[in-house]
């Protein structure tokens, strides 16, 4: 189905890139670049900003850019929330 194409694309796109998954204690600089996107895409991170900590605030801007964006909303930075903030 076009869910399962989707996804395998999106997964494609970031193996490519390097991309790595990101979550709630992951650190460097795919973290910070991360929260750059997640900035630049109308997110806010207000306390820490983009300190390449993978915090509770990056966190809860990563789920509220995947309810946006209508991706499963698990404050994860996988495949297809890297492929919506890349694209």
Not at 32 to 38: C, E, F, H, P, V
């Amino acid at each position: 189905n076009d869910g399962e194409e989707e996804e395998k694309a999106a997964e494609e796109t970031v193996q490519l890139r390097g991309l790595p998954m990101l979550r709630r204690g992951s650190r460097g600089d795919a973290v910070r670049a991360a929260q750059y996107l997640l900035l630049c895409r109308g997110m806010t991170l207000p306390k820490y900003g983009a300190d390449g900590d993978y915090g509770q605030e990056t966190e809860n801007a990563a789920k509220k850019f995947q309810s946006l964006k209508g991706l499963e909303a698990d404050g994860e930075c996988g495949s297809l929330t890297w492929a919506a903030l890349t694209n």
